[in-house]
């Protein structure tokens, strides 16, 4: 599979649309978070209508994994939104489209990781498509 090289100012647009998701997932995984800890708050506040062990210990597994989604979930967005900002400001850096996937490269050819980030199909239509000349009337 062959690279197509990006212009930069292609790449902004494409990691703010990208950053969309994973931003939703972290909100909606704190969201979910903030339910059972009120859930728990419910139950230590009231003992005996609930059955205490099983209940508190998987709301408490809980309230430690979906925090820890949602943070991870929120990083992925930081990240890619990262991209798209130094996309925009340093000029040294090309940009490739490889399949599904943006590669950052350096002045000196060494491609660079951290700028790296995956796209969806629909993004890479709109990337390798040329655009359609219309005739003015």
Known sequence: MADQQLPAGSIE???ISVAKRPRTVGTVMFGLASVFLLGLVAMLVEPNQYPPYETICGGAFWLLVLPWIGLRARRKAATIL???RRASTDPTIAWHLRGLVIIAV???G???PE???KIRPIHQT???V???ARALP
Do not use: N, R, Y
């Open 13 to 15: 647009p494409i990691a």
């Open 110 to 112: 060494a491609p660079c």
């Open 130 to 132: 040329p655009p359609v």
């Open 126 to 128: 709109m990337l390798s």
């Open 106 to 108: 350096d002045s000196k």
């Open 115 to 117: 700028l790296t980030f």
């Open 82 to 84: 990262a991209a798209g």
